[in-house]
């Protein structure tokens, strides 16, 4: 059994970044793959980012790449998303998420934490 908690959500004017984290619990954190999805009012979850259980491959949707970092620690079983940049388009409420294999479909990932609200204002 997998938990994870995100935290760091908030408001930041645009150009700002937030630092979100996915504390899990579980004796099988290691082995699973962490993704952050998001989600916007009226629109349909996304994918924002994954990383495998070693850190070695990690994956960015277009719209975040070269403004948001993917980091895990397993040791505090942790994982980080740095965000630079912001932008009033990337307000939603921020998931994370725990699977057994590296995909872009929030269907296959069979634990999530709670959310947490990220608001850039212009």
């Known amino acids: 059994q997998v938990h994870v908690v995100e935290s760091g959500g908030g408001l930041v004017q645009a150009g700002g970044s937030l630092r979100l984290s996915c504390e899990g619990s579980?004796?099988?954190?290691?082995?699973?793959?962490i993704a952050w999805f998001r989600q916007a009012p009226g629109k349909e979850r996304e994918f924002v980012s994954f990383i495998n259980w070693s850190g070695g491959n990690i994956q960015y949707s277009d719209d975040v790449k070269g403004r948001f970092n993917l980091s895990r620690d397993n040791a505090k079983q942790t994982v980080r998303l740095q965000m630079n940049s912001l932008k009033p388009e990337d307000t939603a409420v921020y998931y994370c998420?725990?699977?057994?294999?590296?995909?872009?479909?929030?269907?296959?990932?069979?634990?999530w934490g709670q959310g947490t609200q990220v608001t850039v204002s212009s």
């Open positions: 579980g004796r099988t954190w290691s082995d699973h793959v």
């Open positions: 998420a725990a699977g057994p294999t590296l995909t872009f479909n929030p269907q296959l990932y069979d634990y």
